[in-house]
């Protein structure tokens, strides 16, 4: 059975999502800007790091089961001289 949030991760230009979470609680808020470390994500390195670009929100209700909300976050594959410029100015 469906919960009622999902979590939907894509790569940079792709159709489909990356990765799917789902959740019977709220996720964490997500903003455009921040940085995503996708080490555990499929085909991703443990040093890669993604610039999310934009958030989506699709809510809906459906009958008998309440309103569910489902994230659609859109990425950018950042470089290593990006990230680490990134981090020097965020700390």
């Known amino acids: 059975m469906m919960k009622n949030y999902q979590l939907e991760i894509y790569e940079p230009h792709a159709l489909d ?3 799917y979470f789902e959740s019977d609680s709220p996720f ?3 903003n455009k800007g921040d940085i995503l470390a996708a080490a555990n994500f499929p085909g991703a390195l443990m040093t890669d790091r993604y610039r999310i670009t934009s958030v989506e929100h699709i809510i809906w209700e459906k009958a008998g089961v309440g309103i569910r909300h489902k ?8 470089e290593d001289t990006d990230y680490d410029k990134e981090r020097r100015i965020n700390y």
């Open 17 to 19: 999502s990356w990765v």
């Open 28 to 30: 964490a808020a997500i």
């Open 71 to 78: 994230i659609c976050v859109y990425t950018e594959k950042l």
